[in-house]
């Protein structure tokens, strides 16, 4: 047994892998990763001896996974025109702070779904600053005139100017061709998934949400790059029905809002295994940084929106945890999210955990290494003093996050768990 294994006790156990709360549990710790989990009766003999630390009856949850973030946007305090303003060395230690509040209030993975680069993920892994453990899509992807085309009538590219990380390839494609090498582009930069817009969207000057955005062909064509570069997930941005359908029937891995989903694409989601990304928390603030046609917008679809989300939990569609952050809320509210899907979906706390957990790791395509606390995963550990089952609201509320571990390393420790010498420092 290595020396500096831990074992945590008096504590709660939910896992994510969606089974029942071990009561009386420990969790050992071996550097970056869980080396077992389960009822303390049962620890391994190798570990008795090792260092404990009593945790005070607090529950542990695995680190949670935020499917959508931007981390490049500011959320409701200004908009991204707001952001040409700045420089973008000020823009990115803007973001710095994003991220290391995300982390602070319990989400240890994120997905950041336009506008990061693979430095930052690179920064983020070799601890150079505080964040979860980023994937990155790098850009997202619209025909001109489509969702991700922020040109204003002045001709000035607002996400070129106010999004974009210099040197990142172009978010503008109008062919297959172009697609083809836009995604192989993204993925010579780094991504990890790709993002596609194949409906309209609220923010977007040009479109509606019901509007076809990126055509089948130009979908499936990413989605077939996607593959052969590695597998790589794509996501969709998909709000109307047009769109929803394009992308379903294309392959892709996850629809991203998909407010107008009917039963039909319900009933073809769960036969493909397709995920739903609801960015409920988005739709609880009407957009009013953007103006008013963007108002206007938000105001219909987030209805939509939250009538629509229930009917999918319903029909068995594969849900994972993706908030939106950075478009209409500010970053570090992220695990609102759980009570929302409970409160407008319908699903149990436990189904949410999952959804933020163990799902979200699949949709991601890094359930090898996070998203439970079974042994071998990455030692991703959020330690609350409320029971998620019962007050799974509490959750997004930051003082009940009394600490969170990533790696096996303490990122923040608001309650004082660990003393000073259990376990690492998260450092930057």
Same mark, same amino acid.
């Given at each position: 047994m290595p020396s500096e294994a831990v074992v945590l006790h008096n504590a709660r156990l939910i896992d994510g892998t969606g089974g029942q709360p071990v009561a009386d549990a420990g969790v050992v710790v071996d550097g970056p990763a869980v080396a077992w989990a389960?009822?303390?009766? #049962?620890?391994?003999?190798?570990?008795? /001896?090792? $260092?404990?630390? &009593?945790?005070?009856? =607090?529950?542990?949850?695995?680190?949670?996974?935020d499917t959508h973030v931007h981390f490049a946007l500011p959320g409701k305090s200004r908009s991204i025109? #707001?952001?040409?303003?700045?420089?973008? /060395?000020? $823009?990115?230690? &803007?973001?710095?702070? =994003?991220?290391?509040?995300?982390?602070?209030?319990?989400?240890?993975?994120?997905?950041d779904l336009m506008g990061l680069d693979a430095g930052f993920r690179q920064a983020v892994a070799e601890r150079k600053i505080a964040g979860p453990r980023l994937l990155v899509s790098i850009a997202m992807l619209s025909q001109h005139a489509g969702h991700a085309d922020f040109t204003v009538a002045g001709g000035i590219d607002a996400y070129a100017m106010g999004v974009a990380q210099p040197g990142a390839p172009s978010n503008l494609v109008d062919s297959v061709d172009q697609m083809r090498l836009r995604v192989r582009e993204l993925i010579a930069a780094g991504a990890d998934c790709i993002k596609l817009a194949s409906s309209g969207g609220i923010t977007s000057p040009h479109d509606q949400p019901d509007w076809l955005g990126l055509r089948p062909d130009m979908i499936a064509a990413a989605v077939q790059e996607a593959q052969a570069y590695g597998g790589r997930p794509v996501a969709v941005h998909a709000i109307g029905r047009p769109g929803i359908e394009a992308a379903v029937h294309a392959g892709v891995a996850s629809i991203e809002h998909g407010y107008a989903l009917d039963d039909q694409l319900r009933k073809e989601m769960v036969h493909r295994g397709q995920f739903l990304v609801p960015t409920l928390l988005e739709t609880t603030a009407d957009v009013e940084s953007a103006g008013p046609a963007a108002r206007a917008k938000s105001i219909h679809w987030?209805?939509?929106?939250?009538?629509?989300?229930?009917?999918?939990?319903?029909?068995?569609?594969?849900?994972?945890?993706?908030?939106?952050?950075?478009?209409?809320?500010?970053?570090?509210?992220?695990?609102?999210?759980?009570?929302?899907?409970?409160?407008?979906?319908?699903?149990?706390?436990m189904d949410a955990i999952v959804a933020a957990t163990s799902n979200a790791a699949r949709l991601c395509g890094v359930d090898d290494r996070v998203g439970t606390v079974t042994a071998g995963k990455a030692a991703d550990l959020v330690l609350t003093d409320v029971d998620p089952l019962a007050d799974i609201d509490a959750l997004g509320d930051p003082s009940h996050i009394h600490a969170v571990v990533k790696d096996g390393r303490v990122a923040i420790d608001r309650a004082q768990v660990f003393a000073a010498d259990a376990l690492p420092a998260l450092t930057a």
């Open positions: 389960g009822e303390l009766a #049962a620890l391994p003999e190798s570990y008795a /001896s090792a $260092r404990r630390v &009593d945790v005070g009856g =607090r529950t542990i949850c695995p680190g949670f996974i025109l #707001a952001n040409l303003s700045y420089s973008p /060395s000020y $823009r990115v230690l &803007d973001t710095l702070e =994003r991220l290391r509040i995300t982390l602070h209030n319990g989400v240890t993975t994120a997905r987030h209805k939509v929106a939250q009538e629509s989300f229930a009917r999918s939990v319903e029909a068995g569609v594969a849900v994972a945890m993706g908030t939106d952050s950075g478009l209409t809320m500010d970053h570090g509210n992220n695990l609102k999210e759980l009570g929302l899907m409970v409160r407008i979906g319908g699903m149990s706390p």
